[in-house]
């Protein structure tokens, strides 16, 4: 048992680390296959109690464990399976109770075994509670806006208010549209017309193949607006690293925007300036695809809902439900896995030439070496602003209420300077 936990984790964070659903899950249950089958042979050859029935859930989870590896499910095939296989580890874990109570009779029983059989059992239950939860979320929190389609898949979009420029929100790394949509949207819909969406496999938009670098983002949102029906040029506003994505748009596709607001975004560089972002990235890309495995069983729900977002209510439940499932989590995945690449890509932008551009920093915990980047990033107009608050965090320019206000007056600043030429300075 200590083996094949062992090599679960070896395999899955250092052997695979960063590696998708199909291939995380696979390898943790072949490694937990492996220990059931060494309980088998070797009680068989070194004991007087032979524990052959270990065979059992060793080719249950062996079998489970080559199919992921082979046949890389999707998330629609995994979300449909979801329905069965708690059901049948529940099962299982009857029947090896029942055959562990006839042929073991040693302290290793209550000791090793029955716990054990115990974290199976909360698999079990907590993947049927996931499941149904997930259905449930879907009802209670219809869909605003539409669903577009951008070629043979759709991408959420919701848009509110009236006038030019249009405003379009670039939620941070592995966000749903929901943090964007809670403070920000409606401060400018108050002003102007503003667009929120979710990029692919958060929400309400479908998953995407392939790569999910600023690149492909980039094209993404341009098929979205495009099909929508959404004219330019826009001002975008880009949190964290949707900074980072709409630096990439703007260098694709120049003459569709109209000005930009950064809002802490993540310097373009920062592998090479900030020393301990690449430390910090390796460990969130093996984190990470860990994530959409331990969301099939209901753990990334358990721990979002003890997650403290000062959101409005019905944004902030949204967001939870959305944070928690495993669709989201293989898109956070993702991007991560494309971060770099995005990064690289997002240095296309060497000028904005006189559009307007405000660079809002958030001082409070701020790493070494942050904030003299984001100057650097002011330097990509000559029509510009940095403004730094010093007592905002990262993410309460999005979340908190009274911070996302100056959020918001930094975007309408940037709408206004659109509309009457004028300088930010000014």
């Known amino acids: 048992m200590f083996t094949g936990l062992v090599a679960a984790i070896v395999l899955s964070v250092f052997v695979v680390g960063g590696s998708t659903e199909p291939v995380i899950t696979g390898v943790v249950l072949i490694a937990f296959a492996l220990g059931w089958a060494m309980l088998a042979w070797l ?18 989870m062996g079998v489970l464990g080559l199919a992921h590896l082979i046949l890389q499910p999707s998330d629609n095939v995994l979300r449909a399976f979801g329905w069965v296989w708690p059901i049948a580890l529940a099962v299982l874990v009857v029947w090896i109770f029942i055959q562990v109570r006839r042929s073991l009779h040693k302290w290793s029983r209550p000791v090793i075994i029955y716990p054990v059989l115990v974290v199976l059992l909360l698999a079990a239950f907590g993947g049927a509670y996931e499941t149904i939860r997930e259905t449930q979320d879907e009802a209670a929190y219809p869909k605003s806006g539409r669903s577009i389609d951008v070629g043979g898949r759709t991408l959420h979009i919701s848009c509110t208010g009236s006038g030019t420029p249009t405003v379009v929100l670039e939620p ?9 949509a809670g403070w920000i949207q409606p401060g400018v819909a108050e002003t102007t017309r503003v667009c929120v969406y979710d990029r692919a496999g958060k929400g309400w938009s479908e998953q995407a193949e392939g790569p999910r670098d600023g690149l492909a983002i980039a094209a993404d949102l341009h098929a979205l607006l495009s099909a929508a029906g959404v004219p330019g040029p826009y001002v975008l506003v880009g949190h964290s690293s949707g900074g ?4 990439v748009y703007a260098a694709r596709y120049p003459d569709e925007v109209a000005g930009m607001v950064l809002l802490d975004s993540q310097p373009p560089d920062a592998f090479a300036s900030l020393p301990g972002y690449p430390g ?31 959101l409005p209510p019905e944004a902030r439940a949204e967001e939870r439900a959305i944070w928690s499932t495993a669709s989201h989590n293989r898109s956070l995945r993702d991007e991560v896995a494309g971060l770099k690449a995005a990064l690289t890509q997002a240095q296309d932008l060497t000028t904005l ?18 904030l003299p980047l984001q100057d650097e990033m002011a330097g990509l107009s000559t029509n510009s602003v940095h403004r730094v608050l010093q007592a905002a965090t990262h993410p309460s320019l999005t979340e908190d209420e009274d911070v996302a206000a100056m959020s918001v007056r930094a975007i309408l600043d940037v709408v206004e300077a659109v509309r009457s030429g004028t300088s930010l300075a000014g």
């Open 43 to 60: 009680s068989d050859r070194r004991t007087d109690q032979p524990q052959r029935w270990a065979f059992v859930p060793a080719i249950f």
């Open 172 to 180: 941070g790394l592995g966000e749903p549209g929901a943090m964007m």
């Open 244 to 247: 980072v994505y709409v630096q």
């Open 280 to 310: 910090v990235y390796e460990a969130l890309r093996k984190a990470t695809a860990l994530f959409p495995s331990l969301a099939r069983i209901g753990v990334m729900r358990l721990i979002y809902s003890f997650s403290v977002v000062d």
């Open 353 to 370: 030439g006189e559009k307007p551009l405000i660079v809002l920093t958030a001082a409070k915990g701020a790493e070494t070496g942050w």
